[in-house]
Each structure stands twice: as C-alpha cells, then as structure tokens.
C-alpha cells in the first residue's frame, strides 16, 4: 500500500509511482462495485468541488460531477466562457480564491504550466481533466478497461496509432512505463513524442520490464499487440487549417480490418472518444465533404465490433476519477 495520497494533486502520471497508480486502479475497482451493488458512498459529504472547463468535454465533465454526487460532494461547473480567469483575474488570483471555497478543483484546458500554476497556488487539490501535454485521469480508465478485459495488464503491448506526441498518447507512454506495460507509438516521424519523454519514459519501463518503441511501420508496430489504441487526428485547440495536412500524414494509420488482423488474436481495441468512425457528426460530415473521407482514425466496422472495448473505456472514466477524488480528498 503507498503512502496516503490526501492533500495531493493529480496532474501527471510521472508524479506518482507505480505503487500509487495501483492503488488508485484497486479503489476504483471498489467504487466500481459499490455503484453496481447500489451501495451508497457518500464519504465526502460536505466537501465541495469545482470544475473549471477552458475546453469542451462530455465524459470528463460528467465524470466529475457523477462521481462529486455519488461521494456527497456539491459540484460548480464552469465553462469556457463563464469565469474570469486568465481574462480579467490572474491564474494565481483566481487559484487562490477557488481554493477557499471548495476542496478541490479540476482544470481541463491548454498548457501544462496552467494546471501546475493552479496547484500550486490553490491551497487544495487539483486534478487534471486534460491539458495539451496530458490527459491523466483518462489512462486509469483505459488500465481498468484492459485488466477487466484479460485479468492483468503487465507484460501486454499497446500501441497507439496515429497522432502520437498529443496528450493522449503521451500519457499512455507513462502510464505504460510505469505499470510495466509494452508501449508502441505508431505513427509518422513528425508526430512522435518529444524526445525528452521518451527518455524519461525509457529510463522508468527499463525499471518495470517493459519496453517503449517508436515506429513508422504499421506491420512492425501492430505486431504482438494486444491492445491498439488510437485519437482523432486534431485535437481541442488546434486550428482547423491543419485537418487537411493530418489527414495526408495519418491515413496510413488508421485502425482497420487489416491492423486487427494483424495485431494478436484476441487483442482489443480502445479509444479515448469522442471519435470520427462515422459521418454522424458535423465535423465528420464537414471533413467528407472537403476531403471524402467516410471515417477517419478508426473504420467504423472496427469501432462497432466485439473487440472494441470503447464504452466500457468510458464507463471506467467514471469510477477512475472517482478514486482520484476520493483518494485525495479523504
Ligand atoms: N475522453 C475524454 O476526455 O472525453 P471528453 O472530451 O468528452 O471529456
Ligand atoms: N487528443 C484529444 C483528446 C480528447 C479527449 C484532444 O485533446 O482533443
């Protein structure tokens, strides 16, 4: 068991050991079964939480205020327009007004130094919804997801296919390091990780016996995998003119029938979401119309098939974030 996490932040993966992300994976396991028992958990009633939005959301933001409810907590949403920060109050100011009125506070936004800034000046908790360099609450969902599904989830491989230096799959690489989980990132040469991550995240998998790999070949990289993993091409705050040149670089790496097939038999597949598999959204009737495309990162046949394991991904977000809170909090 690692020390008690109370009192501390959650904004990236590389804070916390091996021990720690463990612990956090078991206490939602727990949360997991209460909320399907229906064994009421309100062990932080009176507690208050706020969640500040720069960005848009659908499974973080109800992520957070289910599991606030579900703990006894009163849960604030603030969304991108609606608070002064960074416009007409500092990130300091406001971080340390926030801090006298709730417990805790969860940031989604850009920089990484924003939601560091926050922590530090707070005074309570704060937890990272996604920033442009890392989305760690949403790597815990994805290792229940895939413990669930084989019962255990060291010496697998994941490979992330696609745009693999964003926020995503930057932290799939820690989360992989540390947990002694094969990463591979699979995608063009431009859109690989930073190179400083890399050896910092090579260094930790050397620790838990476990390998990072970067590959341009498809075959080579969806070898073996148990686990393919992939993110829409554009990410929250990226301007819209780049679609069309990450469409040229990442098509070869969309998740298909022949990168299944090619993978272990029995391996899944994952998504964080919101995903383009389908031309059933505006942005997927936009880009189709401009470039033709049906689908994007993932064919929508591999996205509706028995091995995509995507909405109980989802579902886990949930009961993830819930041990986080709780963990911190209590
Ligand atoms: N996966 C994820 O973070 O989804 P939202 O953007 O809907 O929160
Ligand atoms: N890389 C995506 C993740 C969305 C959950 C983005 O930042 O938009």
């Known amino acids: 068991m690692p020390r008690s996490l109370s009192g501390r932040s959650f904004l990236k993966l590389l ?51 289910v599991a606030g409810n579900d703990l006894g907590m009163g849960v604030t949403y603030l969304d991108p327009g609606s608070s002064q920060m960074g416009k007409k109050e500092s990130l300091e100011d406001t971080a340390k007004v926030l801090g006298r009125m709730f417990d805790g506070i969860e940031y989604r936004g850009f920089d990484q130094q924003i939601v ?24 815990l969902a994805d290792v229940l997801t895939i413990e669930e599904h084989f019962g255990h989830y060291k010496g697998l491989t994941m490979v992330f296919m696609g745009d693999a230096r964003n926020n995503v799959a930057n932290s799939l690489m820690v989360v992989s390091a540390k947990l002694g989980i094969n990463f591979v990132a699979c995608g ?79 391996a899944i597949f994952l998504h964080c979401l919101p995903s383009f598999h389908d031309l059933e959204t505006t942005i997927g009737v936009d880009i189709h119309k401009k470039f033709g495309l049906p689908e994007m990162e993932v064919t929508d046949k591999v996205f509706r098939s028995p091995q995509s394991k995507v909405f109980d991904e989802a579902e886990n977000r949930m009961h993830t974030i819930k041990a986080v809170m709780y963990a911190t909090l209590k």
């Open 188 to 266: 063009p040469k431009d859109n690989m990780p930073d190179d400083k991550l890399v050896k910092t995240c090579k260094a930790i998998a050397k620790e838990n016996g476990c390998t990072i790999t970067l590959t341009e070949d498809v075959k080579k990289g969806t070898k073996n995998a148990d686990v393919i993993y992939t993110d829409i091409w554009v990410s929250m705050g990226e301007p819209d003119e780049i679609w069309e040149q990450r469409i040229k670089l990442l098509s070869p790496y969309q998740v298909n029938d022949a990168v299944m097939a090619n993978a272990n038999p029995g």
């Open 116 to 139: 560091e800034n926050l922590a530090k000046h707070a005074g309570v908790p704060v937890w990272n919804g996604l920033t442009t360099d890392f989305h760690p609450t949403q790597m």
């Open 15 to 65: 804070d916390f050991s091996t021990e720690e992300i463990q612990y956090l994976l078991e206490l939602a396991k727990d949360f997991k079964r209460m909320k399907r028992a229906g064994t009421p958990h309100k062990y932080l009633a009176g507690k208050n939480i706020v969640l500040l939005f720069e960005k848009t959301s659908t499974r973080t933001r109800c992520s957070f205020e």
